[in-house]
């Protein structure tokens, strides 16, 4: 059973930057790729972009380009999302979730609330 | 990117009912699609793949159809567990995904 287990809540200053993890158990990390979503108070679902272990690589969605890294650490079965220059507008509950192509996210980390407050 | 523009983004129906909820999309993606639901508080749960196939355990009240650049999901007769939020997501530009918008059914 895969489990993602990500880092606790976060309040940032505006203009500041974010990181958070997400470590999985279960399954073989380097096997699957990791993809971020975020979902901001009452609204939908955004996905952020991804990042396959193995390989090492990342890709975004085009809206994020440039303010967002996704990295992964093999040895801890651990991925990041640090997101840079933060507004309110990204005040959100970021996910992780385990992608295995095709669209399929099956297995979803609890989520982490990323406040982003003066 | 690829946009995916759902409708409606609400509705309210009532248990019995037969409720459909469209996906439009930017451009083609042929049956690259697939549609989630979310309860609140929980994390998505894939109903639907390649636009049409039932994910396994699914029950079979709800069904996908369409191709190229427009998609509907349906529920045959609602149930009270069914009340949610759906939502399409295109894998068409992968490595890069899209969702829609969302549509949240309620209860009338």
């Known amino acids: 059973q895969v489990q993602l287990v990500q880092s606790g809540a976060e309040v940032k200053k505006p203009g500041s930057s974010v990181k958070v993890s997400c470590k999985a158990s279960g399954g073989t990390f380097s096997s699957y790729a990791i993809s971020w979503v975020r979902q901001a108070p009452g609204q939908g679902l955004e996905w952020m972009g991804r990042i396959i272990p193995i390989l090492g690589i990342a890709n975004y969605a085009q809206k994020f380009q440039g303010r967002v890294t996704i990295t992964a650490d093999k040895s801890t079965s651990t991925a990041y999302m640090e997101l840079s220059s933060l507004r309110s507008e990204d005040t959100a509950v970021y996910y992780c979730?385990?992608?295995?192509?095709?669209?399929?996210?099956?297995?979803w980390g609890q989520g982490t609330l990323v406040t982003v407050s003066s | 990117d690829i946009q995916m523009t759902q409708s409606p983004s609400s509705l309210s129906a009532s248990v019995g009912d037969r409720v459909t909820i469209t996906c439009r999309a930017s451009q083609g993606i042929r049956n690259d699609l697939g549609w989630y639901q979310q309860k609140p508080g929980k994390a998505p749960k894939r109903l639907i793949y390649a636009a049409s196939s039932l994910q396994s355990g699914v029950p079979s009240r709800f069904s996908g159809s369409g191709s190229g650049t427009e998609f509907t999901l349906t529920i045959s007769s609602l149930q009270p567990e069914d009340f949610a939020t759906y939502y399409c997501l295109q894998h068409n530009s992968y490595p890069l995904y899209t969702f829609g918008q969302g549509t949240k059914l309620e209860i009338k």
């Open positions: 979730a385990r992608d295995l192509g095709r669209g399929l996210l099956d297995y």
